[in-house]
């Protein structure tokens, strides 16, 4: 029965997403990016006092208005890969990059103040959990109210209260009124998933990391959600890195998808082809969720090859790979 909703729901958000969820084309290789990552690397120290990489050498572009998913394992580097752009990795993280840009900006060279600035107004990022993402003991309103006059110094208290109500009904909360005056314990997973929503997308930001924020609702719930984040992408024309274990929802959701194994990236194709995937770490992926017709007895074991880890070996299958789909797009 939960498989039956899952696809019902995932049928449900790709015809929620259909206007915007279009094929990348020859216009957007020649679009500048609106956010370019280049060999990054993020290191932590490890007990022994080395080094250990978390993210390696990973590289991948955004276009304005694009929803690129990021899929992979627990612990593979998405999380960390979106928080790089943000500049929210803790302080015991090592970074380096070849590039590190938003806009043409170069992130890695800009004075903290002024990157600061970005979060908010010009860049956000959507947390899984409201639970762990908002303050219990603040109300919705307080909260909203804390990042609202950041971008609106000048504001008096009503004018930020209508500019609270507004965000909250903009996400199809039925009582904004009653929801700015409650606390994160009084709301259900999907009403203050829709907060996080309002407080992240209301200032029209032009980037958004969305870092699995339906993995905490049910399926109905997670399509109500859905549908919300994707009304406001399309009226702000936010690029989108949407971070998820749900490929049959990034399949549907997301325009390009970006498979990630320890660390880097094995793995790049429109999602439209995600089910045709070449690599056999993809395809293990996909294997492990089974269909309603026909049902394997046994799920299949996801067999490791060393030669996965290898960067020169992954690197080749990833170029040829987007080299299929540009002779695709322009064909």
């Known amino acids: 029965m939960t498989r039956e909703l899952h696809d019902t729901d995932t049928a449900a958000v790709a015809a929620a997403a259909a206007a915007a969820n279009t094929a990348v084309n020859a216009a957007t290789d020649t679009a500048p990016p609106l956010a370019e990552i280049d060999t990054l690397r993020i290191a932590f120290r490890g007990h022994d006092g080395t080094f250990v990489e978390a993210v390696r050498g990973l590289s991948l572009t955004l276009q304005k208005g694009e929803r690129l998913g990021i899929v992979g394992e627990s612990g593979s580097g998405k999380s960390l890969t979106g928080r790089a752009l943000l500049g929210l990795l803790p302080p015991a993280a090592h970074v380096s990059a070849g590039a590190l840009r938003f806009d043409g900006a170069d992130l890695l060279a800009m004075p903290p103040r002024e990157r600061r600035r970005l979060c908010g107004r010009q860049m956000g990022m959507i947390l899984q959990d409201p639970k762990y993402s908002l303050n219990p003991v603040m109300t919705v309103d307080a909260q909203l109210r804390e990042a609202f006059a950041r971008h609106m110094p000048k504001a008096g208290r009503r004018e930020l209260r209508e500019k609270i109500v ?143 880890l290898d960067d020169a070996c992954s690197e080749a299958l990833d170029r040829d790979r987007v080299h299929r789909d540009a002779q695709g797009a322009s064909a």
């Not at 990391?209 to 936010?238: C, F, N, R, Y």
């Not at 498979?259 to 293990?284: F, N």
Request: net charge negative; aromatic share 4%; hydrophobic share 45%.
């Open 166 to 308: 507004e965000a909250l009904a903009a996400v199809h909360i039925r009582n904004p009124e009653r929801v700015a005056d409650a606390y994160p314990h009084e709301l259900s997973g999907g009403m203050g998933q829709r907060v996080m929503i309002a407080m992240m997308v209301s200032t029209g930001p032009r980037l958004l990391v969305a870092d699995e924020p339906t993995s905490a609702l049910d399926v109905l719930v997670s399509a109500q959600v859905l549908g919300v984040l994707d009304e406001m992408i399309a009226k702000h024309d936010t690029g989108l890195i949407f971070i998820s274990h749900d490929l049959p929802l990034v399949q549907s959701f997301c325009d390009r998808v970006v498979v990630m194994y320890a660390g880097r990236v094995v793995e790049t194709c429109a999602a439209r082809d995600l089910l045709h995937a070449q690599h056999p770490y993809t395809r293990g992926l996909l294997a492990a969720n089974p269909p309603l017709a026909n049902p394997p007895d046994e799920l299949p074991v996801l067999a490791r090859d060393p030669a996965w």
